[in-house]
């Protein structure tokens, strides 16, 4: 409205000097001059680096002095709201706990439509979401808030945080906690490639893409409609195995080793291989546990491809409070999942692991854990 008026054609609007009534703290006159001296200032400095990408990536910035007067106030409500979302990330960034969150490498964000929140059941959401910001009532948040010594409830590990409650404490790994949780997100994941390898099998057999050859001079036509291809379509009789339930025996007709992946995905006619291996670590961690996986099965790779397999290592991560790696992404992108049906698929990962430790969470008083008998 501001600009609305600035900018009119007519001088007595232009002149009128209508006061716009918004909050005390936050005044839109102010604000909206603030705004466009940023986006003034951005045309001057022209493009710069951002991140770690390379010089020139990404879209290049609207000019604010070529923009017309909709775009301006688009540009303006935009730069607005992106100044207020950077100071809540300041704000989080200088809380040392509660925005640990700003330290995650390789992992998405999780957008909640309104829907989910409607739907997700209140004690998940309430979790979800203490778990992010670290404020649930771990031992070591008990002893911060009231000064009590507390201890793990299972292993006695004096004020033990949420990461070691969900993720790192011994007795809740030799009981097998943390690989129930990893199983469930498993069998997710497993149907999903699954899914994927029938579909993959059913197709009628892909023409192979012959080598196109480009005068000089000439343009090499449309290639945009290419579009990234799923590593599945290149061949048909696609088999899987999971370890699940019993456990992975690797396909002797590849090589023999005493490693089991979590997933093997292969196929004789065209002698290539997938090995999956999941993680479900606590988010601060997940690149480390990506090259901790892929240092692990290079070995493999590498015998399974001196025997003539082509041969992929995917070392895929959801955190453990339902934040999906980057290279989970990698892995359904290669298998054929695009679109809506990825999205879907990934967060279907996320609630499964997410879920999970909510489970763990609940039980972490409850020194039994297994079958009865
Ligand atoms: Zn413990």
């Known amino acids: ?15 009128a000097q209508v006061p716009i009534r918004t909050g005390r703290k936050w005044q839109a006159g102010p604000e909206v001059a603030k705004a466009i001296g940023r986006l003034q200032h951005q045309e001057i400095v022209g493009r710069v680096q951002v991140g770690r990408a390379g010089l020139g990536w990404g879209d290049s910035p609207r000019l604010w002095s070529k923009a ?9 409500v935009e730069e607005v709201s992106r100044a207020n979302q950077e100071q809540y990330t300041i704000k989080a960034v200088s809380q040392g706990r509660q925005g640990r969150w700003t330290t995650w490498e390789g992992t998405l964000s999780r957008p909640i439509s309104w829907a989910d929140l409607w739907k ?11 778990a992010t910001y670290d404020t649930l009532p771990c031992p070591r948040n008990l002893h911060q808030w ?47 490639l699954e899914s994927s390898r029938r579909e993959a099998n059913s197709q009628p057999i892909a023409k192979q893409h012959s080598v196109m050859f480009v005068r000089p001079g000439e343009g090499k036509g449309d290639t945009s409609r290419r579009g990234p291809r799923s590593v599945l379509s290149l061949a048909r009789d696609w088999s899987m195995r999971a370890d699940i339930g019993k456990q992975l025996q690797f ?21 290539s291989a997938m090995l999956v291996e999941l993680t479900i670590p606590w988010e601060e961690g997940i690149q480390a546990a990506y090259e901790r996986k892929a240092a692990k099965y290079a070995d493999l790779a590498a015998e399974c491809r001196e025997a003539g397999w082509s041969t992929t290592i995917y ?17 359904l992108r290669d298998v054929g999942l695009t679109g809506a049906k990825l999205r879907r698929e990934t967060k279907a990962l996320a609630e499964e692991a997410e879920k999970g430790s909510f489970w763990l969470w609940l039980r972490r008083r409850d020194k039994y854990w297994g079958s009865r008998q």
């Open 251 to 271: 396909p002797r007709e590849i090589t023999t080793t005493s490693l089991r992946p979590d997933i093997v995905l292969w196929s004789a006619v065209t002698k």
């Open 315 to 331: 070392p895929v991560e959801v955190g453990c409070r339902g934040f999906v790696g980057t290279s989970t992404i990698r892995l």
């Open 120 to 130: 997700m059941p209140q004690a998940r959401l309430s979790f979800l979401l203490r």
């Open 68 to 76: 017309t007067k909709r775009e301006r106030r688009a540009m303006v």
């Open 146 to 192: 009231y000064g009590q010594e507390e201890s793990c409830p299972l292993c006695g590990a004096p004020n033990a945080s949420l990461q070691h409650l969900l993720s790192s404490c011994k007795i809740g790994l030799t009981q097998g906690r943390f690989r129930w949780r990893h199983d469930q997100v498993l069998m997710k994941l497993a149907e999903i």
């Open 1 to 15: 409205m501001v600009l609305e008026l600035e900018e009119s054609s007519d001088p007595t609007v232009r002149n």
